[in-house]
């Protein structure tokens, strides 16, 4: 009788999805973010400003953020996502174009370098608000590290992509970000290959690297602060989000945050306004909002995130420059990489491979 | 006639253009329902499709995630056997959906999403069920599971959107392809009231003033028709009177010269004389009879009269010929309880028998001619009808022959009117009068053995009783009579007969001169032509009615003459108060009856019997 229960259950699920009655001009302004990237006084600020509620959905892994958005008339004004998954909602044809309607916006946001991608990405710049920055490296217990491989070099994928080093290190807690192609990026980088060049060859050489070291990978998550914050790893494959965390809050001193010198990648997240039946009427209201250098600012400290990893910019508060310098140590920039778009096809082909080899079934 | 022929073409391709637009309506009706019925299907299909996988991944995704926190192996089987139905449910579905057809039936919103590129729908949905079977695999490790059900189970999560938007466009494409359901209907029910419209302005109102005009023109050559009759009518009586004056002449000095000494060829040459005027006058009065029975102006008249005498004397008139051919002429009647005293077509039943006797003598040599007369059995309440027959023994009338024995100047063949002479009117006449007294005639025949003619007709009973015959007695009379007619040949026969019944006789030229006559010589009687210069007998038999001058006008005797056929004056000489009538050409009889009717018979002083008709004899 219980599991009757699961049938009437799915039910209600497939009622409450049937409607998805249509946005009326009464939603308030809805940003779809990462889970915890904004904080309550934003919110507050917002109210304040506009006299309207401001609504933040949250996605804890990109793909999540990828499926929403890769459907018609998301619910959502503005949303936060990897610059290398836009151009596969682009597509979809999920997206619509910002660009112009920020370009007004150039004194609200000084620091904003609109023109990041229009040479880099042109394809997609037209679509795309540059937004927070990062990098995805290596954080490590240097002292466990150290104890169990003394000789190890530091600041190599080696204390973690070589078997007989994961090997030593799987007592004291290993583990990676639950996001396939920036694990692979790295992995090919670790054997000396590109990392934007995902030929069969190449992802059977690198899954077949990390198959090896997964027996001893004791997460593949996408909750790393409290993993560093309880002192459960002692080396990991980190967003620099939380890479930088025990720095900047004065935690975990034992932990050091590397940039291997195989290569580590560069992310950046970028906003987006999925493309809706009607025109948004919170858009440009939202973008003032997030890009106002006040607000701007808050939300990247609050994420640990680079406003800008270009140069000097003397506009940049002591919190971005402190993080500037955790995230971007200068002297490791030549070792950082961007993330090439994949094609739909290939994104499904990638997380195939890398679901197999989560459940040990990848050969 | 092209006119007619041009608007029938025209209608005719006006009622096909018509037609063809309900046609095309009734088929665009049809195309439109098959269509609709077909869409239907497909809408239910695919929306059956998508529920499907819906449900089954919602099963999925709760079982996959509530298997992780099964605290025992009884709940982790439950689980798994749910999410094993859930598979085989989606599996089958997603099977559905693999080929290209399968995607094809969707709208074309729902084929976007089904097609894109990112987080394809079915390769999405095929690795739901991938990992969903790799936890129900009982050869995986706990760890695995418990992986595959997370990683299954956040999937089934992320795909359930997709395949609720698939839902919605399709259900907005129901109602699409319902709304241009309701359109196409309107479109030909347009295009049917189109087709009506043209069909009443272009086809049936046309066509409805075509079937006036025609029915216009119809009655305009039927009026023409109809005039053109009666100026034959006219035209025959006319001619008829104009012939009969002049044979009137002849046929009397005949008569009257008959009378006078001549030798055996003299006499006999003017028999010859007389016998071929009579049948001039035969075929006259025929054609005449048959133009007006042809018009309807025929008026039977009704009177009561001994039938089986009418029948004994009609036949007793062709005794002279019968005899000269050898022929026994018998009539006979059958007895009736009614008796054959009734009330009748006297005059038509005379004429009838007339034609048949006559045709059963002419065609007959060496045999009997049988006139039968016998009452008709009937219905009790039916009217009484009789059987009038007349068979002959003659030549007989071939099958062929008698089809068309009773129409016009139809005889049984060509020789017949070579051989025996007639102008083939008498049969017709015989039908025509037939059908008028509401009978039938019919005849069978034998060629070389004979035939029968046999009229059935419905009599009534005679409105008074029979009063016995009154026996005449001949005599001359001594009376001054009269004579109006501006025909001098007339006047000579009607003086000629006149005077050999015993009358002294003077003669006026036309309606004045009798009436200054009547004054001045106070005739007994006056026989006065109807038609005649200077004044006609109408107007004088007025004049002589209101002149006191002279002795007894108002009752004088004045007897009308004409050459037309009795009743066609006989209102206006009833209504001018005219005594009696007598038809032109005058015979002895006739004017000896009419005499007769006026004078006592004290006024009649020796006449021979052997000068009387037989037909006056008792």
Redo the contacts between chains.
Sequence with gaps: M??LG??W???L??GL??P?PALSEDVPATLYSWRGSVPQDVFDRYTEVYGEDLIVDSFMAA??A???L????APYDLAVLPIEVVP??L??NTLQPVKTQVAALKDVAPTLHLDVFDALLPDVSDYVVPYLWGSTGMIIDVPAVRARLPNAPLDSWSLLFDSKNAEALADCGISIVNSSQEVLALTLSYLGKDPNRFSEEALDAAFGTLSQVMPYVSSISDLHYSKLRNGEVCIALVWSVPGVAPKIEGFGEQYTYVLPKEGAIMWSNVLVAPRKREPSAHLQQLLSFVLSEEVFERLAAHSFASMSPFGEDVALSPMQHMLKAEIFPTNQMQRLFMLEPL???Q??DL??RW?RL????YQ | MARLRTTKRILRLRSGVALSILLVASIAAMWIVLAGREAVATQTRNTTCI?TI??SL??M???LH?IEDADNVY?VS??E??IRQAVVAADEAHTALSDEKGVNAFSPAAQD?LR?????PL??LS?VIS?AE?VVDPA??D??TH??AN?AS?LAY?????F??I??YELEAAEVIADRQVIYGAAALLVSLCGVVFAALFAHLPMEQYVLNAQRDIERSQRAAEAASEAKTMFLATMSHEIRTPLNGVLGLADVLSDTKLDPDQRRMLGMISSSGNNLLQMINDILDLAKLEAGKTSLEFVDFDLEMVCRETTELFSGQAVRRNVRLNVESAHSEAGWYLHGAQGAVRQILSNLVGNAVKFTENGTVSVRLEDVPGPEGAPRFVRLSVRDEGIGISPDSLKRIFDQFEQADASTTTRFGGTGLGLAIVKHLTETMNGHVQVSSVVDEGSEFSLVFPVAKALARKQASKTQFTSTFDKRVLVADDNKVNQMVAQKLLQKLGCDVQLASNGLEAVNKARSWAPDLILMDVRMPVMDGLQATRAIRMDASIPGSATLPIVGLSANTRGEHEEAIASVGMSGYLHKPINREALVAELMRHWTTEDADGLDPNDLPSGLSA
Excluded: C, W, Y
């Design positions: 219980r599991f699961i049938r259950a799915s039910l699920i497939v999805l049937l998805l793909d999540e990828e499926a929403r890769a459907l018609k008339d596969r909602l597509a979809n094609t739909g096809a994104k499904h997380d195939t679901r989560q459940i040990g079934r | 529920d819906l449900l919602s099963e995704a709760i079982a509530q709940r439950a689980f056997s749910q999403i894109q590129a990112t987080f394809n390769q999405e690795e990992l790799i995986e490790v760890e695995a992986t595959a990683l956040d992320r795909l359930m959107p997709f609720d938007r839902r919605q």
